[in-house]
Nanobody, 119 residues
């Protein structure tokens, strides 16, 4: 069973930076894709960034382009989300997710890590 464990959340002032990590374990084969999502209070969960595990293709939500970067350490099965120039609007619980195959569905989810940006 695939397990995803996020870490690195916390409280930061506006304009600051954080790096989230997602450790992937329990998979019998390389995931097809990894992604980061977030959910703010009383809002729907939204896509933040994603990447194909075996390549370099990545995508970002318009609201984070130029500020957030998704990357991976394949040897350690860790996905990162580097977040720069954080804004109060970035406050949310951030979730790591994976796709085992090429499909619209994200099949595995972590428990989430809280990011709070103060103004």
């Amino acid at each position: 069973q695939v397990q995803l464990a996020e870490s690195g959340g916390g409280l930061v002032q506006a304009g600051g930076s954080l790096r989230l990590s997602c450790t992937v374990s329990g998979h019998t084969s390389t995931p097809y894709a990894m992604g980061w999502f977030r959910q703010a209070p009383e809002k729907e969960r939204e896509f933040v960034a994603g990447m194909i595990w075996s390549g370099h293709a990545s995508s970002y939500a318009d609201s984070v382009k130029g500020r957030f970067t998704i990357s991976r350490d394949s040897a350690k099965n860790i996905i990162f989300l580097r977040m720069n120039n954080l804004e109060p609007e970035d406050t949310a619980v951030y979730y790591c997710a994976s796709k085992r195959v090429k499909s619209p569905t994200w099949s595995d989810w972590g428990q989430g890590t809280q990011v709070t940006v103060s103004s």
